[in-house]
T-cell receptor, first 109, second 111 residues
Framework: GIQVEQSPPDLILQEGANSTLRCNFSDSVNNLQWFHQNPWGQLINLFYIPSGTKQNGRLSATTVATERYSLLYISSSQTTDSGVYFCAVTGNAGNMLTFGGGTRLMVKP | EPEVTQTPSHQVTQMGQEVILRCVPISNHLYFYWYRQILGQKVEFLVSFYNNEISEKSEIFDDQFSVERPDGSNFTLKIRSTKLEDSAMYFC?????????FGPGTRLLVL
């Protein structure tokens, strides 16, 4: 099946800093979503972005489908941005999402 | 904004017992899913459901698991005889064929 790799696995930032999280995938995708898992375990939708660029406040994402990667940008990070960020994709095999291993982000005040 | 809901939020059970996890998907969605996340690990797909039948399932979804849509709103996951390794967070999701929206999860602990 499709493989999804995320980097870095862990990231520590000072409040106010910017960061870029990367998601590489091994095959063409029909769907790509970014999630934020908060400390209570909830998976919060950030973006549905199988291609192109989207922005939502301090967050933006870009997917280059032809090169099989997606980037999530966090600008002016806040302590509430802490948690785990997951990239997940659906390939040609079906509608199920395959998740990457996540990037664990800690933003320090 | 419509959201997926799940009950219970936490469940503790003894090994060998049956558990039923409940979900109410977003009302106009037609595709439903169960995923699980063992503590500290990635989220794994279990099963997808469309038009009142299973459309896809993973290797994890063996004979001890079943899903049902007993009425027009609920979507359930049953584990017939729980094992210690079934301890995990179980997420329900529903989809409009594009974005999958996840519920808050049920944290299951098998003792």
């Amino acid at each position: 099946g499709i493989q999804v790799e995320q980097s870095p696995p862990d990231l520590i930032l000072q409040e106010g800093a910017n960061s870029t999280l990367r998601c590489n995938f091994s095959d063409s995708v029909n769907n790509l979503q970014w999630f934020h898992q908060n400390p209570w375990g909830q998976l919060i939708n950030l973006f549905y972005i199988p291609s192109g660029t989207k922005q939502n406040g301090r967050l933006s994402a870009t997917t280059v489908a032809t090169e099989r990667y997606s980037l999530l940008y966090i600008s002016s990070s806040q302590t509430t941005d802490s948690g785990v960020y997951f990239c997940a994709v659906t390939g040609n095999a079906g509608n199920m999402l395959t998740f990457g291993g996540g990037t664990r982000l800690m933003v320090k005040p | 904004e419509p959201e997926v809901t799940q009950t219970p939020s936490h469940q503790v059970t003894q090994m060998g017992q049956e558990v039923i996890l409940r979900c109410v998907p977003i009302s106009n969605h037609l595709y439903f899913y169960w995923y699980r996340q063992i503590l500290g690990q990635k989220v794994e797909f279990l099963v997808s459901f469309y038009n009142n039948e299973i459309s896809e399932k993973s290797e994890i979804f063996d004979d001890q698991f079943s899903v049902e849509r007993p009425d027009g709103s609920n979507f359930t996951l049953k584990i017939r005889s729980t094992k210690l390794e079934d301890s995990a967070m179980y997420f329900c999701a529903s989809s409009d064929l594009k974005t999958q929206y996840f519920g808050p999860g049920t944290r299951l602990l098998v003792l």
